[in-house]
């Protein structure tokens, strides 16, 4: 069993930047971030493989950056330039997958969840 802790959420206007942090309690090999606007569906933002291998929703390309510390178990999401539409409960995520064409951003394969962070941008 994977413990996950998300902080770093908060309320910041567009244009600003926040950073997220996941501490694992161990280790796998890839991590992810999704978020959950209300009324919509959980969305992948940004996943990362244990080799460096990233992937980003199309959204936030140029934007966010996704990195990790392998040592550590951390996974970090940089958002730069927010917007409105950026708002949701950001949901840090861990799996094992077989290898870095895996460690996608399908919330259903992924077997371990934190309890999320919101993250509000205002106009």
């Known amino acids: 069993q994977v413990q996950l802790v998300e902080s770093g959420g908060g309320s910041v206007q567009a244009g600003g930047s926040l950073t997220l942090s996941c501490a694992a309690s161990?280790?796998?090999?890839?991590m992810g971030w999704f978020r959950q606007a209300p009324g919509k569906e959980r969305e992948g933002v940004a996943s990362i493989y244990t080799s460096g291998g990233t992937t980003y929703v199309d959204s936030v390309k140029g934007r966010f950056t996704i990195s990790q510390d392998n040592a550590k178990n951390t996974v970090t999401l940089q958002m730069n330039d927010l917007k409105p539409e950026d708002t949701a409960r950001y949901y840090c995520a861990a799996r094992t997958a077989l290898g870095s064409r895996w460690c996608d951003l399908r919330p259903g394969v992924y077997t371990y969840w934190g309890p999320g962070t919101q993250v509000t941008i205002s106009s």
């Open positions: 161990s280790y796998t090999n890839c």
